[in-house]
């Protein structure tokens, strides 16, 4: 009953976050048209729209490498009256994907009470609602880095202009994102060592701590010097693309589209550690990364610090002898409680012949086959499921098995 409960709990944690997200956006934009600032709410109406673009077209790409597999019964259906495409060009891609996880959980939570299927249809079950939850959770934390977090820095820019800092509103439910595809990953941990809630807990933590010094960083350099944000934004960005390109990404099928892959990667790297590659040395790029971006962090807060002198009166509130020691503490005590996570609390990943990968693989071997195949059988117990053939891994299958590879170190 854990898997399920973590279903629920899920979906309920996910609900609360997309509730909360939304009428934030709704409050900054109203709140922007209210006090005349049509700049920022013109930004923060294009940050939702650019977004929302972006999250339409890696979800109808992955929908597209596997059109044949739709398994859900809300999928099929939109499938059968040519419904998904329309649906993402209507921004509405990502819901339809949200339905399917519903679907899912909803299925294997009643199933599970009830007691309805034999262990094989409860093990295809697992499988497909691994495969939609990985997928779903990877355009989660897209948009947690191209939507909610600049959303944040521009409300928290907005908010610092007036004298007034609010820390944990701004980084908490950017890092509740990033936990919880943390927490999606517990399917491909090895059995030795499972990932508990505590290890859940210590992840959320540490982001938490990270993200909050660098968006109020420039959250502060964007309320004194709001137009060379642009400038530092795309100048940082178009280097971290570079640096991903560098790293020889392999997630999607077509070598055109890795590279918005790749942009995808330098906005999230942008704000926070997101490691794509097992190229190289895993601990040295992030050593690299985090020694960079606290370079790049005191940067920023010099900037603000010396337009806060050049002002003076104008941020009495605002003590950049405390606020700039604050920051810095909260960002070294992040890396110190990461430093912590990987040492006692990161868990260790499923050997790809047993798991969810071999699980995965036979299973595209095994059930999809009555597809050609009226004689084959769908009614297998473990012990065909696991005699039958590892196929190489395609589509959602291959980019799980790809994060999870990265996650897991």
């Known amino acids: 009953m854990q898997c399920t409960h973590f279903s629920f709990l899920f979906l309920i944690n996910l609900q609360i976050s997309v509730l909360f997200l939304l009428s934030l956006d709704i409050w900054a934009v109203v709140s922007f048209y ?52 329309p649906s993402h060009f209507l921004q509405l891609g990502v819901h339809l994907r949200y339905a399917g ?5 909803t299925m294997d939570f009643l199933h599970r009470i009830n007691n309805f299927r034999n262990d094989a249809l409860h093990n295809i079950r697992k499988d497909v609602d691994v495969k939609l939850k990985h997928d779903f959770l990877m355009l989660r934390l897209f948009e947690a880095f191209s939507e909610n977090t600049p959303q944040l820095t521009l409300i928290l820019s907005r908010i ?7 820390l944990i509103t701004a980084a908490s439910a950017i890092a509740i994102n990033v936990a919880l595809y943390h927490r999606g990953m517990h399917v491909y941990g090895s059995k030795a060592r499972k990932m508990s809630l505590i290890s859940t807990g210590v992840y959320f933590l540490w982001n ?38 560098s790293q020889k990404t392999n997630f999607m099928k077509s070598p055109g589209w890795e590279w918005l892959f790749r942009a995808a990667v330098g906005l999230i790297w942008y ?14 790029k992030m050593v690299l990364y985090y020694s960079f971006m606290a370079l790049d962090t005191v940067m920023l807060l010099g900037f603000w610090c010396w337009k806060v002198f050049e002002y003076a009166g104008c941020w009495s509130s605002l003590n950049p002898y405390i606020v700039i020691p604050t920051l810095l503490g909260l960002y070294f005590i992040g890396i110190l409680v990461k430093l912590i996570y990987y040492r006692w609390f990161h868990p260790k990943m499923a050997e790809p012949s047993e798991g969810p990968f071999r699980q995965a693989a036979t299973y595209a071997a095994t059930y999809y086959a009555d597809s050609t195949d009226s004689t084959v059988s769908t009614d297998l117990s473990l012990e065909d499921t696991a005699a ?22």
């Open 34 to 85: 209210q006090d005349g600032a049509y700049v920022y709410m013109a930004v923060m109406i294009f940050l939702l729209l650019g977004s929302s673009v972006l999250l339409q077209v890696f979800s109808w790409l992955w929908y597209s490498d596997s059109l044949d597999k739709i398994e859900t019964k809300v999928e099929k259906f939109a499938k059968s009256h040519l419904l998904i495409k």
């Open 208 to 245: 938490l701590l990270v993200i909050i010094p660098r968006v109020t960083a420039l959250a502060l350099f964007c309320s004194v010097l709001p137009y060379y944000i642009i400038a530092h934004f795309l100048s940082l960005w178009m280097l971290l693309v570079l640096v991903a390109w």
């Open 101 to 105: 996880v519903i679907e899912t959980s």
């Open 388 to 409: 039958a053939p590892v196929q190489p891994l395609t589509g959602v299958l291959k980019r799980s098995r790809t994060m999870a590879a990265n996650f897991y170190f």
């Open 160 to 166: 610092l202009q007036r004298g007034e800092l609010e």
């Open 271 to 284: 704000f926070s550690w997101f490691n794509v590659s097992k190229k190289g040395n895993i601990k040295v």
